[in-house]
């Protein structure tokens, strides 16, 4: 089984050979305005879903801070549930390692 030729293609190699029929150029502008038309639905579909997509970011970024803030809040009950839910820095951990780390931007140790 082998592989049909892509229409458009087919259609444009023959216009530039010069060697297209009136019936395949008729075809050529039928599909060349498909192609046009969806075009600009995705353009349309972007322009919709760009705020949409904002608004997502911004909630995810909100999210992130929500995250850490309940982590640093686990941390207050023992060191390995501070050890085990974040080995960066979490802003409002009250542990010296993370208190320390976060002050000076290092990382935090045991």
């Not at 030729?5 to 087919?10: A, F, L, N, T």
């Not at 029929?21 to 038309?37: D, F, M, N, T």
């Not at 909630?59 to 549930?81: D, F, I, P």
Request: glycine fraction near 4%.
């Amino acid at each position: 089984m082998t592989a049909q030729p892509d229409p458009v293609h087919h259609l444009l190699d023959r216009a530039r050979r010069g060697v297209i029929l009136p019936a395949e150029g008729e075809q050529l502008a039928a599909l060349v305005q498909e192609l046009e038309q969806r075009a600009d639905d995705a353009e349309r579909m972007a322009r919709t879903l760009a705020p949409q997509v904002e608004q997502l970011t911004s909630t995810y970024v909100e999210l992130e801070t929500e995250v850490a803030r309940l982590t640093a809040g686990q941390c207050t009950h023992t060191r390995a549930m501070c050890e085990q839910h974040h080995a960066t820095p979490v802003a409002g951990c009250p542990y010296p390692r993370c208190r320390a780390a976060t002050a000076t931007g290092r990382a935090p140790t045991a």
